[in-house]
C-alpha cells in the first residue's frame, strides 16, 4: 500500500479544528483498513482512527471519540482526519496508514510509514 504523504498539520489552540489528509495510490488495494496513528513527544506511537474500504465502519481510540471523524475519498483517493475539540494533549505528529488490522489485542499498523505531520495545540 503507497501513500503520498500526510498533510494539513500546524499550530492551534485549545478547542479549534484542524482536517489533515493522506493522498494515496489510486492502485492500492488492501484487505485492511486505513487509518491513522499519533506519536506524541517521549510517547510510543499510538492508535487514532481507522475506516474499512467502503467508509461504512469507523472505529476510534476512546480518547478522541466525539470529536475526529475519519472518512475516505475513494474517488479522489484520500483518506481524511477532522479533528474538533484539540487539547493541548493532541499535539503530536499524526501518521496515516493503509494497512491496519486488529491484531493481538490492538490496532496496529502493517501499512508503510511516511514522514507525518506536525499538530500542536496550546494556547
Known amino acids: 500500500q503507497v501513500h503520498l504523504g500526510e498533510s494539513g498539520g500546524g499550530s492551534g489552540q485549545p478547542g479549534g479544528s484542524l482536517q489533515l489528509s493522506c493522498a494515496y495510490d489510486?492502485?492500492?488495494?488492501?484487505?485492511?483498513?486505513m487509518g491513522w496513528f499519533r506519536r506524541a513527544p517521549g510517547k510510543d506511537r499510538e492508535f487514532v482512527a481507522a475506516?474499512?474500504?467502503?467508509?461504512?465502519?469507523?472505529f476510534y481510540a476512546d480518547f478522541v471519540k466525539g470529536r475526529f471523524t475519519i472518512s475516505r475519498d475513494n474517488a479522489k483517493s484520500t483518506l481524511y482526519l477532522q479533528m474538533d475539540s484539540l487539547r493541548p494533549e493532541d499535539t503530536a505528529t499524526y501518521y496515516c496508514n493503509l494497512g491496519i488490522r486488529w491484531y493481538e489485542d490492538k490496532w496496529r499498523g502493517f501499512g508503510s510509514w511516511g514522514q507525518g505531520t506536525q499538530v500542536t495545540i496550546s494556547s
Open positions: 489510486r492502485r492500492t488495494l488492501t484487505r485492511y483498513h
Open positions: 475506516i474499512n474500504r467502503s467508509g461504512e465502519n469507523t
